[in-house]
């Protein structure tokens, strides 16, 4: 008896521990909350790349519902709607190309596509969505029932070297950039560059640039970004700065993710981190995979412009990646843990929501944007109050935005 007792409390432990990493939302009573506080609150994810996807992607019909696992397409308007999703910010994205005059010429011209990408997306389907600049016109969206676009830019490259485009961009309807990405450039250093930092923060130019986006409004971005030109951007800059989708390196020690020190200093200036949905910020990876994965986007650099063959081939070459090396999500409890430590760390004013969908996110619980509701319901689930629900989902970043907006007011 006494070997059956104990095999009997081992078997309710594991159950008690399989039920608290479950990834199951039908609780009646958390649903039936849930869903109350989900439609009450406006949602906003901060950054996803769908117009990378649209343009590597030229049949793909953003104002039709897809399936996430048969073309990896994790966003269109339909499932922003199914998930009670209210807006996005669609990013301008350039991976870091050459860092010459052809080189800026480039990223200038491949900028504008994207742009372009986007504003005719929701010119060819005004009954879905519009172009939000401001939370006012986010809501007056909503009142629609559309979906509302705002823009980033991410990758300070895109800029090249001309201070002028700032002002451009933010004329095409950008409201925050990203420094850099995973390489240097004449703004600053970035988290990931192997051959490690060039400027040890801001250059002199990247100084300017951040002044110019305080005058605009264009709320600085540090995602990305070094641990040095985090400090100098938050010495420097005037309105709170924001890290657009990131994560919290204490739970995982990535160069991605800010410190506890960062998240201090970045919640005493009012600024806001959201929270990322890539499963490499989020729990270590397969080495072999990630060698992998980093040898395909070394041959095919440019995935928005390759020829339909091009596209073929490097779609079969990570289907096979796929195959040798399957992909182990993150999942949506994890994404919380993080949420929960920055909340316990400064507070719930200064956290959001910023999933990379179509940019590598997606986690088990919140695959695609359609699941956008689960993310309620483990709020919900953890004791989070409708108050703190709706400022997590956009309360947070539009105070920013308002704030960014208010100083560059009194610049000019």
């Known amino acids: 008896m006494g070997r059956f007792f104990q095999m009997l409390v081992f078997c309710l432990q594991f159950m008690a521990t399989s039920a608290v990493f479950s990834q199951t939302y039908d609780d009646p009573a958390i649903k039936a909350t849930a869903a109350e506080i989900h439609a009450a609150a406006f949602t906003l994810d901060t950054h996803a790349d769908v117009p990378t996807y649209m343009v590597s992607h030229p049949r793909f019909d953003i104002a039709k519902e897809h399936d996430a696992r048969a073309t990896d397409s994790r966003v269109d308007f339909p499932r922003m709607k199914q998930g009670g999703m209210d807006a996005m910010f669609f990013a301008v994205y350039l991976g870091q190309g050459a860092r010459t005059k052809a080189g800026n010429a480039d990223a200038k011209r491949r900028a504008k596509v994207l742009f372009d990408t986007i504003h005719k997306a929701i010119a060819d389907h005004p009954e879905w969505a519009g172009v939000a600049t401001t939370p006012e016109e986010a809501y007056s969206l909503e009142k629609e029932g559309k979906r509302a676009i705002f823009i980033g830019v991410e990758n300070g490259w895109a800029i090249g070297d001309e201070l002028s485009l700032l002002k451009t961009y933010y004329d095409w309807g950008a409201r925050y950039m990203t420094l850099s990405h995973t390489r240097n450039n004449d703004i600053c250093d970035s988290s990931n560059d192997p051959k ?4 040890h923060g801001l250059s002199t130019f990247g100084k300017e640039v951040v002044k110019e986006m305080n005058r605009l409004g264009m709320l600085v971005d540090i995602s990305h970004t070094s641990d040095e030109t985090f400090w100098d951007c938050l010495e ?39 929270m990322n949905m890539y499963s490499g910020y989020l729990r270590a990876e397969n080495p072999k995979r990630v060698a992998a994965m980093a040898a395909l986007r070394k041959k095919y650099p440019r995935i928005n412009e390759l020829t339909d063959a091009e596209r073929k081939e490097r779609q079969a070459e990570l289907q096979e ?28 004013d200064h956290v959001g929501i910023g999933a990379d969908l179509d940019g590598g996110g997606g986690v088990r619980g919140m695959y695609d944007v359609s699941e956008a509701g ?39």
């Open 196 to 199: 490690g930092p060039e400027h």
């Open 321 to 348: 990646i796929y195959k040798q090396y399957p992909n182990r999500l993150a999942t949506l409890q994890q994404v919380v843990d993080h949420i929960d430590h920055i909340v316990e760390l400064v507070g719930v």
């Open 236 to 274: 420097l800059s005037k309105a709170p700065i924001v890290a657009s989708h990131s994560s919290a390196r204490a739970l995982y020690n990535h160069p991605r993710n800010l410190s506890d020190e960062m998240i201090k200093a970045l919640a005493a200036k009012g600024g806001v981190i959201q």
């Open 374 to 412: 689960n993310l309620t319901y483990e709020l919900v689930k953890r004791g989070y109050s409708e108050e703190d629900i709706k400022k997590i989902w956009s309360g947070n970043f539009f105070r920013v935005m308002k704030e960014a907006q208010r100083v560059a007011n009194t610049l000019n």
